[in-house]
């Protein structure tokens, strides 16, 4: 059996999956009581009570915390306070978070194609339609996020309202009238076209390409392979990943910035990609396809989640470090929104255990790298674990306490959902599922580590 078939029993479960999705957003809803809070401090029911019987008091208590936090002074002097967190604003911003994250799983699994081909790898050759079909969903990704940018970019980017950069206007903001040049919607979506347009055109080439070698297997289609390898690189490195990271998360926080967050975000792509592709390899073997796919293929992709979750660690310590060792405001800023117990600080550690310390001690041996239970173990910590990540980068800002709970689990698992069957309806297009006519097929079979 080289041509996956889609079958029904997979449909259902899949179905099954969405309902439980459905039904998880719904008692998430039911569940769900409005908060508020201002961006300079969150106040207690106690210290409520007392501005209402004094205010007095309450004008002390506002000093204080001005004066606690002062590198959130001038944000707040103009003006600017973290929106009432609505229930509306908490689906809102959770579902942008879902289609963020599927996209960088998306973009990660076509720099998997990319990075491999150009290393003139062989052992992967077996798998790799499975990135291929992966990296298709991008289109679906991007198709949702230009529907969120269009109605909701007031919503999510603070920096889209035209009276920060009026001096004349109380909530003038000079920090964001500084970066108005780059932080303006026409900006904002020239680079969404040109983001859209060469991630596209690059899965369109992948695909055309790697189909053309099933088809008609050839040195010319395998040459073309690799130039395209190589332009991939390229265009996912300084364009993609950057201005995507900058433009659909960064910007969410716009006076906040930092070095590594371009590298991190796509370290956590790219690791929750491995973790999904080590599942389905898992689960097409199980269906009784890739025969001649073994320990040692599955040994390198487990290699990889560990080696990546590594990386992602760096990065996401390297920022954090240097953050916290220059004390600026704008970039301690984040941190504060993110650490502390008020808002997402059990949420934070947490997510640190789940990308690194139980993926770091799961797969350190060899043994558990070629464990079929161990893996697929390791793979779910993993994915529920960035996704967690994932939603620390975007959610904050627009929700600063409260905004995780079912809502957002239960938009992953419908969302997810569609992007697995998705996968697998691509998958079953595939003619050749085992690439059997690639140049470098019989080193895959004879792979040995």
Known sequence: MNTYVFD????????????????????????????SADAGHHATGHEVAAAQHSPEKADAHADAAHTEEAGHDAHAAAGHHAPEVTLGKTIMINTYNVFYFGFYIALAALFFLAATNLAWGGWHIQIQKIPLAIS???????????????????????WT?????????????????????????????????????????????????????????????????????????VIVAFLINTFATW?????????????????????????????????????LKGQG??????????????????AISVFWTYTWFAQ???????????????????????NY????HFSFVLNFILPFFILMTRNSKRSKNTTIVAAVIII??????????????????GGFGLISIGLLLMIGSVFIYLTLFILSKVKDLASTTHPYVNESYHHHI
Not at 289 to 306: C, E, I, Q, S, W
Request: hydrophobic residues 55%; aromatic residues 20%; positive net charge.
């Open 345 to 348: 600080g059990f949420l934070f």
């Open 247 to 283: 433009y659909w998360s960064m910007s969410i926080q716009p006076h906040w910035y930092s070095t590594m967050f371009t590298w991190n975000t796509m370290a956590g792509g790219a690791v929750t990609f491995l973790s999904i592709m080590l599942v389905l390899i898992h689960y």
């Open 8 to 35: 029904s029993s997979t449909q259902k479960k899949l179905f099954l999956s969405f309902g439980v999705g459905v039904l998880l957003l719904v008692l998430g809803i039911l569940f769900f009581g409005n908060k």
């Open 161 to 233: 309202h035209e009276y920060l950069y009026d001096p004349k206007d109380p909530r003038y903001d000079a920090l964001l009238a500084s970066k108005h040049d780059f932080l303006n919607l026409k900006t904002f979506w020239i680079f969404f076209v040109l983001i859209a347009g060469s991630a596209v055109a690059l899965v369109a080439y992948w695909w055309k390409t790697l189909t053309a070698l099933d088809i008609n297997p050839s040195l010319k289609w395998f040459s073309k392979s690799r130039m395209i390898a190589a332009v991939t690189i």
């Open 289 to 306: 396809y890739l025969p001649r796919v073994n320990d040692n293929h599955l040994h390198d992709v487990a290699k990889l989640m560990f």
């Open 136 to 158: 298709v969903t991008i289109i679906l990704f991007l198709a949702l996020l230009a529907g969120m940018f269009v109605f909701f970019n007031h919503d999510i980017f603070e």
């Open 320 to 342: 954090y470090m240097l953050i916290w060792y220059a004390n600026i405001p704008e970039e301690t800023e984040y941190f504060r929104l993110r650490r502390s117990a008020d």
């Open 384 to 401: 529920f674990g960035q996704f967690a990540a994932f939603f620390l980068m975007n959610c904050p800002p627009i929700l600063p306490k």
